[in-house]
């Protein structure tokens, strides 16, 4: 039999191929640089506003453990050595929660400094309380007022220092906020520490933090251009005055040796109110910078995502313009490449029908011959009876022989019949079918229904649609399981907003699981027992479902059998 022959074609557009993805692969490579030195911009912002936050809360952790060991070397009240311990375990969490900032920070000459002269100070705090405990409390507060102790503070704050101020006025406004609290809880520590020693060194220090929280309220206030963050830093200068007030009045009872008095003072309702006004305020402002921060990061992530998407437009620009001419050379490749898998297919197909078309045609014409010499022999013995019997099934066989070339003929009319789409009413569809087949649909006791959720009309080819119900329907009946006291065929109709689903469902023998797969391959039979078919209805069916672009699929038990059809609007 002579088979179709394939068609080749080289590929002329492989250099340029190779050249546009060379030149893509380049201008991609500079735009992942652009767009990491970007992010990288982006990396480092954030990372300056952490490492100000960290250093900020070590400075303050810092003065507040040394005063607290201060006040716990002077009363030996175990509240101030339970508020040391608690500092002590913030510190330990801040540094740890720093880890992820390792090469930041602790590679930084300054913040290792820092580490150093910390672990320095606890050491010493520690043994000012040992001496504490054993009653030696002017020993404790000599220690932490030796030139060595002051010495590690001095190391702590030049580490500090050398952490430069960002330029950025956002970043530099976060650390502030920083400086602030921490100035504010020196200046409380320092008031309350003259307050039960009365020493003048405290006062000094308290009157060089007052000097420097001004300072850092007062150039938080000159770079703030944000309505809400005015108000608040406005509420934290008018709280900070209030607990100025009250410790300057606590300060002047000290000096008058009235220590009680000042002690007093410094922990009363109202000075409360105030030191809660300020924590308060300095919440609010601490949230509205990290909305600030937040917008300055999503702003410059946006530059980064458009110079991006730019780059990429340009990129996928140029790609497309080299690309357009390699695609007209390799669209004409794929046509051909379709072309020679349809041209595969139709050879399979070819070579399968060929053989089975033969085989079906010669069986029954080989039946037919050696009916007809046994009735010339009947005839010669006399036996008209024999011979009229092997006449009727000559005739039957010449009717499977005929059946099967009327079938041969409407596939080869499915695959290539060409038909209009015209308006179909279903239910008048439905209604022909049923007509047709209603004399052996009562015969066999079927019960036949039809169902749809509204009058539904279809646009397509009424022919092949007619054929694919009919031949469902023949089947249902033809394939129909007599043990079955209630046998039935049910056809339905839904519809959604581009197809129109039509199933024939019935209980008949159904189809084994194992070949539902090649249900609609050529010439497959699954109960020949069950009566005369060819094996060709179901690639008829495929045929005509195929050229109307629709979908067919199948689902088959022991209970029942449905195929479902979906035809495109």
Same mark, same amino acid.
């Given at each position: &039999?002579?088979?179709?022959?394939?068609?080749?074609?080289?590929?002329?557009?492989?250099?340029?191929?190779?050249?546009?993805?060379?030149?893509?692969?380049?201008?991609?490579?500079?735009?992942?640089?652009?767009?990491?030195?970007?992010?990288?911009?982006?990396?480092?912002?954030?990372?300056?506003?952490?490492?100000?936050?960290?250093?900020?809360?070590?400075?303050?952790?810092? #003065?507040?453990?040394?005063?607290?060991? &201060?006040?716990?070397?002077?009363?030996?009240?175990?509240?101030?050595?339970?508020?040391?311990?608690?500092? +002590? %375990?913030?510190? $330990?969490?801040?540094?740890?929660?720093?880890?992820?900032?390792?090469?930041?920070?602790?590679?930084?000459?300054? &913040?290792?400094? @820092?580490?150093?002269?910390?672990?320095?100070?606890?050491?010493?705090?520690?043994?000012?309380?040992?001496?504490?405990?054993?009653?030696?409390?002017?020993?404790?507060?000599?220690?932490?007022?030796?030139?060595?102790?002051?010495?590690?503070?001095?190391?702590?704050?030049?580490?500090?220092?050398?952490?430069?101020?960002?330029?950025?006025?956002?970043?530099?406004? =976060?650390?502030?906020?920083?400086?602030?609290?921490?100035?504010?809880?020196?200046?409380?520590?320092?008031?309350?520490?003259?307050?039960?020693? *009365?020493?003048?060194?405290?006062?000094?220090?308290?009157?060089?933090?007052?000097? #420097?929280?001004?300072?850092?309220?007062?150039?938080?206030?000159?770079?703030?251009?944000?309505?809400?963050?005015?108000?608040?830093?406005?509420?934290?200068?008018?709280?900070?005055?209030?607990?100025?007030?009250?410790?300057?009045?606590?300060?002047?009872?000290?000096?008058?040796?009235?220590?009680?008095?000042?002690?007093?003072?410094?922990?009363?309702?109202?000075?409360?109110?105030?030191?809660?006004?300020?924590?308060?305020?300095?919440?609010?402002?601490?949230?509205?910078?990290?909305?600030?921060?937040?917008?300055?990061?999503?702003?410059?992530?946006?530059?980064?995502?458009? !110079?991006?998407?730019?780059?990429?437009?340009?990129?996928?620009?140029?790609?497309?313009? =080299?690309?357009?001419?390699?695609?007209?050379?390799?669209?004409? $490749?794929?046509?051909?490449?379709?072309?020679?898998? %349809?041209? *595969?297919?139709?050879?399979?197909?070819?070579?399968?029908?060929?053989?089975?078309? =033969? !085989?079906?045609?010669?069986?029954?014409?080989?039946?037919?011959?050696?009916?007809?010499?046994?009735?010339?022999?009947?005839?010669?013995?006399?036996?008209?009876?024999?011979?009229? @019997?092997?006449?009727?099934?000559?005739?039957?066989?010449?009717?499977? %022989?005929?059946?099967?070339?009327?079938?041969?003929?409407?596939?080869?009319?499915?695959?290539?019949?060409?038909?209009?789409?015209?308006?179909?009413? %279903?239910?008048?569809?439905?209604?022909? /079918?049923?007509?047709?087949?209603?004399?052996? @649909?009562?015969?066999? *006791?079927?019960?036949?229904?039809?169902?749809?959720?509204?009058?539904?009309?279809?646009?397509?080819?009424?022919?092949?649609?007619?054929?694919?119900?009919?031949?469902?329907?023949? #089947?249902? /009946?033809?394939?129909?399981?007599?043990?079955?006291?209630?046998?039935?065929?049910?056809?339905?109709?839904?519809?959604?907003?581009?197809?129109?689903?039509?199933?024939?469902?019935?209980? *008949?023998?159904?189809?084994?699981?194992?070949?539902?797969?090649?249900?609609?391959?050529?010439?497959?039979?699954?109960?020949?027992?069950?009566?005369?078919?060819?094996?060709?209805?179901?690639?008829? /069916?495929?045929?005509?479902?195929?050229?109307?672009?629709?979908? /067919?699929?199948?689902?088959?038990?022991?209970?029942?059998?449905?195929?479902?059809? +979906?035809?495109?609007?």
């Amino acid at each position: &039999m002579l088979l179709l022959q394939r068609i080749e074609l080289k590929n002329p557009g492989r250099w340029l191929l190779f050249a546009v993805t060379a030149t893509s692969a380049a201008l991609f490579y500079l735009m992942l640089v652009n767009v990491e030195s970007s992010r990288a911009l982006l990396e480092q912002t954030l990372t300056q506003v952490e490492k100000s936050q960290t250093r900020n809360k070590f400075l303050e952790l810092n #003065n507040l453990l040394s005063s607290t060991a &201060m006040l716990y070397a002077i009363t030996s009240n175990e509240r101030w050595k339970l508020q040391y311990d608690e500092y +002590a %375990l913030h510190l $330990q969490q801040v540094i740890e929660r720093s880890q992820h900032l390792k090469s930041e920070y602790h590679g930084n000459f300054g &913040m290792a400094k @820092i580490l150093i002269a910390n672990q320095s100070l606890i050491e010493f705090e520690s043994r000012a309380f040992a001496l504490v405990a054993a009653g030696n409390n002017d020993l404790a507060q000599a220690l932490l007022q030796s030139e060595d102790y002051l010495r590690s503070k001095g190391e702590y704050a030049l580490g500090m220092i050398q952490f430069a101020s960002p330029d950025d006025a956002v970043v530099r406004i =976060s650390e502030l906020a920083g400086l602030i609290d921490y100035y504010d809880s020196g200046l409380t520590i320092a008031a309350k520490l003259f307050a039960n020693s *009365g020493d003048p060194a405290w006062e000094d220090r308290y009157n060089q933090l007052a000097i #420097n929280l001004d300072s850092a309220i007062n150039e938080t206030q000159q770079l703030i251009d944000n309505d809400q963050m005015a108000s608040v830093i406005k509420s934290v200068g008018q709280a900070n005055e209030a607990l100025v007030e009250i410790e300057s009045r606590a300060i002047e009872l000290a000096k008058a040796d009235d220590f009680n008095k000042a002690s007093d003072l410094l922990e009363n309702d109202d000075y409360l109110k105030h030191k809660n006004s300020y924590s308060l305020g300095m919440q609010q402002l601490n949230a509205v910078m990290n909305d600030e921060l937040e917008q300055v990061r999503a702003a410059r992530e946006r530059e980064v995502n458009r !110079h991006f998407i730019l780059t990429l437009i340009l990129v996928l620009v140029l790609v497309g313009c =080299s690309f357009s001419v390699v695609f007209s050379i390799r669209s004409r $490749q794929k046509e051909l490449q379709d072309k020679n898998v %349809l041209l *595969g297919e139709l050879n399979e197909d070819l070579e399968q029908f060929a053989y089975r078309s =033969s !085989h079906d045609l010669k069986s029954p014409l080989i039946s037919i011959r050696g009916l007809a010499k046994y009735i010339g022999q009947d005839i010669k013995a006399g036996a008209l009876q024999e011979a009229s @019997i092997n006449a009727k099934r000559i005739e039957t066989e010449a009717l499977v %022989l005929e059946n099967l070339v009327l079938n041969i003929l409407d596939l080869a009319k499915a695959d290539s019949a060409v038909e209009e789409s015209v308006e179909i009413n %279903l239910q008048d569809l439905v209604g022909e /079918i049923e007509a047709k087949y209603e004399q052996v @649909i009562r015969d066999k *006791g079927i019960s036949f229904s039809w169902h749809q959720e509204k009058s539904l009309t279809l646009v397509t080819q009424k022919t092949r649609l007619s054929q694919i119900l009919e031949n469902l329907v023949s #089947n249902s /009946i033809k394939y129909s399981d007599p043990n079955k006291q209630k046998p039935f065929i049910a056809i339905n109709a839904r519809t959604d907003a581009t197809q129109v689903y039509l199933s024939v469902k019935d209980n *008949g023998l159904g189809i084994p699981e194992s070949m539902q797969r090649e249900v609609f391959k050529l010439f497959k039979r699954y109960h020949p027992e069950a009566g005369e078919g060819s094996g060709i209805g179901l690639s008829i /069916i495929k045929k005509h479902v195929d050229r109307m672009k629709a979908k /067919i699929e199948l689902t088959s038990s022991p209970q029942e059998t449905i195929f479902t059809l +979906a035809i495109p609007k």
